[in-house]
């Protein structure tokens, strides 16, 4: 984050712009929606309209208490609208 962070003059990210994934050249920034949606796409799916960020988020949660019994690590999945946060401690 650091990276991103102090080289942000270096990639075209103006000033003014307080978006920590800004675009260059402009004071708009990344949406992991659209993203998401474009890769989708391009990839050839044959539904790209089932990939969404809700079952993303879902597919996370599963994966995570998956790693719980498998590894026998703690878990704790936060969310916060569209990010999903995994905190994971050794038991």
Same mark, same amino acid.
């Given at each position: 984050?650091?990276?991103?962070?102090?080289?942000?003059?270096?990639?075209?990210? $103006?000033?003014?712009?307080?978006?920590?994934?800004?675009?260059?050249?402009?004071?708009? =920034? @990344?949406?992991?929606?659209? *993203?998401?949606?474009?890769?989708?796409?391009?990839?050839?799916?044959?539904?790209?309209?089932?990939?969404?960020?809700?079952?993303? $988020?879902?597919?996370?949660?599963?994966?995570?208490?998956?790693?719980?019994?498998?590894? =026998? @690590?703690?878990?704790?999945? *936060?969310?916060?609208?569209?990010?999903?946060?995994?905190?994971?401690?050794?038991?």
């Amino acid at each position: 984050m650091d990276v991103l962070r102090d080289t942000r003059g270096d990639c075209g990210i $103006r000033d003014d712009n307080d978006f920590f994934f800004a675009l260059p050249g402009s004071k708009g =920034h @990344l949406r992991f929606f659209d *993203v998401m949606r474009r890769v989708a796409e391009r990839a050839g799916l044959k539904r790209p309209d089932l990939l969404t960020c809700t079952r993303m $988020r879902k597919h996370l949660a599963t994966m995570a208490q998956v790693v719980i019994v498998s590894c =026998h @690590l703690h878990v704790t999945v *936060v969310t916060f609208q569209w990010q999903t946060i995994l905190l994971m401690l050794i038991g």
